[in-house]
């Protein structure tokens, strides 16, 4: 795919391009790191609007200008929600492989950083941050993983976005009940707060709170003890310095 020029807008109803954001979805994320589609489908009834939890909820899609009716021209997808009293939560990002390099990914993550200032100005809050989780490849992943990795953190750098040093996120495998928690990494952009008030405290709060307002999880539940062991200190650093790590296990 040659992409020129790439509109992003907001969906708001069930189509053959939120169809094919479904079949995106599900090429772009393993099956234990994502909820059904049904689920991001429904939510387009809202229209952006709070739900009974006050989350306003988004589904941005992205293709070249003069091809937004076109399925097969769906350059990418971004999905999340604004959460009241919290920030910003970038639940999902896909860029199809032909589209990638061409700054799609770029182009939905500040439109939706935009999105997010909008809901947090019309609750009349600031924006404090966006935060959002990326899976790292494992110890056995090929070269071409980890390439694709260095690649989203460069992203995520481009955007304004720090990692979340010192923190391994262990979320619900939505695969399996069962089966083990996915470990993810966190990044975040500072928004209406300074990067610089984040200290570990800040940073532990977020973590905390994410594990809370999305997954359900309270201080003393396995997932969110996992994730926040006594003596963790986390810190911001550069999301380009997470795709120079590489897991040892």
């Not at 992409?3 to 099956?31: F, H, K, S």
């Not at 229209?47 to 070249?64: D, I, V």
Request: net charge neutral; aromatic share 10%; with cysteine.
């Amino acid at each position: 795919m040659r992409v020129e020029r790439i509109v992003c807008w907001e969906a708001d109803a069930t189509n053959a391009m939120t169809q094919a954001a479904g079949r995106l979805y599900e090429r772009t994320l393993e099956p234990d790191e994502r909820i059904p589609w049904a689920w991001v489908e429904r939510s387009l009834a809202a229209g952006g609007k709070p739900n009974a939890r006050g989350w306003s909820r988004h589904l941005l899609l992205a293709a070249p200008e003069g091809k937004t009716d076109d399925p097969a021209a769906l350059a990418g997808y971004a999905y999340g929600a604004w959460l009241p009293g919290f920030g910003g939560y970038l639940c999902y990002l896909g860029v199809a492989e032909t589209a990638r390099r061409h700054g799609v990914g770029s182009r939905l993550m500040g439109q939706f950083f935009k999105v997010m200032a909008v809901d947090a100005g019309n609750a009349g809050e600031p924006l404090p941050f966006v935060v959002w989780e990326s899976h790292q490849p494992g110890a056995s992943a090929t070269d071409a993983d980890w390439n694709l990795w260095t690649a989203r953190t460069r992203l995520f750098d481009r955007v304004g976005g720090l990692w979340v040093e010192g923190v391994d996120f262990q979320s619900p495998n939505f695969a399996d009940d069962d089966g083990p928690p996915v470990p993810l990494q966190l990044f975040m952009k500072p928004v209406d707060v300074p990067a610089t008030a984040f200290d570990a405290a800040r940073l532990t709060a977020l973590v905390g709170g994410l594990h809370e307002r999305v997954y359900k999880n309270k201080p003393g539940d396995a997932l969110y003890v996992a994730t926040l062991p006594p003596g963790t200190k986390p810190r911001l650093r550069p999301a380009k310095v997470a795709g120079q790590r590489r897991a040892t296990a």
